[in-house]
């Protein structure tokens, strides 16, 4: 018994191990992974062959001449049959994204939902519709949706799934876990954390860099090495309520002058006279034009965006700001002044004032740093799928 | 030749291993570490002998009834040979602490200079004295200082010893190792960390904590489950350049309304109408005499620092902040202002606003951050001291 219970946790390790350097490797031959993780040849063969019967990996059928001994198949994540889904609640919309293994995209689904004047139970209602129809989609399309995480705009206890706070859906101590009936394993997360991993794993993928997430709350994350820096609660990067100016106007948060009042969604909106409906396509079309308003707007908010991000990088010296949400579209606005107030207040002090980037992912961040969480997941312990 | 070279490695190993349980532990028999190590009790006894040698540790004559055979002498670090230099750069003041290895402040040495008005070579040439003649005293006392580290208010290249920026002192890309002749080895580092490594390793010793060290500048450094949070280019913690109010007075640092305008030394003593000569001292003199001018300089430096920390609340997440430097000896009159102001922004969002205390070391705990590098470097590798 002992002795089964050591093979078990042996042959998880090693599978772990296999999956591990198939993913990081893009495709490699079973020759290559014995030689990379000096296990036995026919131990190797045996765990990806478990690996491919589990719908893991694939064999590429591309034939290449191996470093030592015959020509062998090579291997690669097979993105056929395991799936992990991405939910969102925010503020205006709800969404759903289905990524396989591979990291491919496969499901996309964005659906408006004012979830401000929504209370908690029915936007907990149509998130489950919404999840239940994309999982039903995935089945269609062969794929076996195995975990999911559901991000959320406010601070959240991972371990109960439940929000602490989200002031801008007005949301105090809901927990989300118990009520949703999903058939897959479902986590809760904070939307700016998850957005920021969204960026390490499907966008730019430096190791280091702040991703700051711009909604009608305004979130961050802050990646150290490949690794999310979570902060003793789990509340850190609540970029949104670091203080622009302490007179400023009052924040939902109970606060003055946080950098949400100046640079959230709807403020901006407002500023730029621009209807509350149209959301960003459109204040672009209106900056586009060239309206004074829009443009007026935008700078002021890049202004508060970069003092606020001046503090920021005092504190914690990211090596790269990149600026996603809906700072994504709206960077051509407001990047120059992002980057200009970050160095008028900081080139003194360091030689190199991090450079502002735009993310590539924008509002979908989330979503996939959702989904890639559980991806993330399946590879560091594959066994715990195939014994599922 | 292979075989020496991997029986030094071991050893090397093995006696980081002992020195490292027993300074973890206090005091230890032989017995005891060979059962916590699995090395064998002959191998413990030779490195323990090398180590009483080397006066490392030292054998504490108590004699306790082991868990297993005959009662065993225990032993514990020796403060009796080797030691530390921890050497600070202030705006107002040198200073210099040598501490053994057993974590004993030996001695405390300040020597108030306006490193202001005197340039970086003279700064360096009285720095040398103090170092000197402190060594000369530690030397005397049978102490052998392996080892400095010198804090400094400004970003510090850590790799080449210069300092980038220290706007307080007025400097810019001055190289300080080169300069300094020292009969120890030497690195330099910023003030703020030190002191936070100081208040982990010699003050409160949570391993989760935001330690504020308030001087002519102020800084920050954040310690993360024991470890400090550097950043990607080592310059993390400067809260002094943490926006209070975006149009508030000019910084030294080119910003405007950072928090050090407002909760810096000078200026504080500036609001209280104080005499700057008479420094802090003279200050909590006017508080205890109930001064208006004082009082109302400590709220609104309170204030400000409230403001500040709120910020960096919402951003790194801390277990607790310590209030350290000339905050320490000021808590009275600043703390419940800061806690009051940090309530007020941050209640809303989290459910538990992190404690506000105050540093046990005040304005030493940069020096002693220092020597407790050197320490923490001996006790992590004692074999390159035992064959220096």
Known sequence: MAQAVRHDAMRARNLALVLGEVSAR????????????GLAKTTVS????????????????????????????????????????????NVDYLAARVVDLSRSVRIRRTQPVDNRMTSPGDVIAILQDLA??????????????VGGVLAVPGTVD?????????????????????????PFPLRVDNEANLAALGELWFGAGHPDFLHVSGEIGVGAGLIVRGELFRGFHGFAGELGHVVVSPGGPPCRCGGHGCLE?????DVLLAAANAELGAGIAGLLAELDAGNRDALAACERAGWALGVALSSAVNLVDPGTIVLGGIYAPLFPWIGGVVTETLAARLGQMREVVPSVEVSRLGTEAATLGAAGQVIQQVIADPAALLNA
């Open 132 to 145: 239940l129809s994309v999982v039903d989609e995935a089945v269609d399309s062969g794929l076996r949706v």
């Open 158 to 182: 991972l371990a109960t799934g439940t929000v602490h706070s989200a002031p801008n859906l007005g949301w105090r101590d809901v927990p989300l876990l118990s009520p949703l009936r999903t």
């Open 261 to 265: 009042t100046y640079a959230g969604q």
């Open 26 to 37: 893009g495709s490699v031959t079973r020759a290559a992974l014995a030689e990379i993780t």
């Open 46 to 89: 045996k765990l990806v062959g478990d690996l491919i019967e589990a719908g893991l990996v694939i064999e590429t059928g591309v034939v290449r001449v191996g470093e030592r001994g015959r020509p062998g198949m090579e291997v690669r994540v097979s993105g056929r049959r395991v799936a992990a889904i991405g939910l969102e609640i």
